[in-house]
Nanobody, 113 residues
Framework: VQLQASGGGLAQAGGSLTLSCAASRTIVSGFMAWYRQTPGTQRELVASIDSDSITIYADSVKGRFTISRDDAKNTVDLQMTSLKPEDTAVYYC?????????WGQGTLVTVSS
């Protein structure tokens, strides 16, 4: 299982970025999630979407981030708006299939104040 994350970069506080995680249709149609991690901390769940498109968000991003599935592109996207400096982290996408977890490479998001 290969997950390809993209879309990270530099944004100003209040700005927006969209991350994409590309994989096969079979993988993308299942449980997918975005996590983030800063140095010295544990990886934390940002948002998830399951096979029924039910979404869950961390309290810190509710109302600002949106996770969605793009069937045409076979991606799960994380639209991030109203970015804050504390959103700065390496973001990872994760897929869960048959009880196994698969991770993409991280993509760095830096939000300047």
């Amino acid at each position: 299982v290969q997950l390809q994350a993209s879309g990270g970069g530099l944004a100003q506080a209040g700005g927006s970025l969209t991350l994409s995680c590309a994989a096969s249709r079979t993988i993308v149609s299942g449980f997918m999630a975005w996590y983030r991690q800063t140095p010295g901390t544990q990886r934390e769940l940002v948002a998830s979407i399951d096979s029924d498109s039910i979404t869950i968000y961390a309290d810190s991003v509710k109302g600002r981030f949106t996770i969605s599935r793009d069937d045409a592109k076979n991606t799960v996207d994380l639209q991030m708006t109203s970015l804050k400096p504390e959103d700065t982290a390496v973001y990872y996408c994760k897929a869960v299939r048959r009880g196994f977890s698969f991770w993409g490479q991280g993509t760095l998001v830096t939000v300047s104040s």
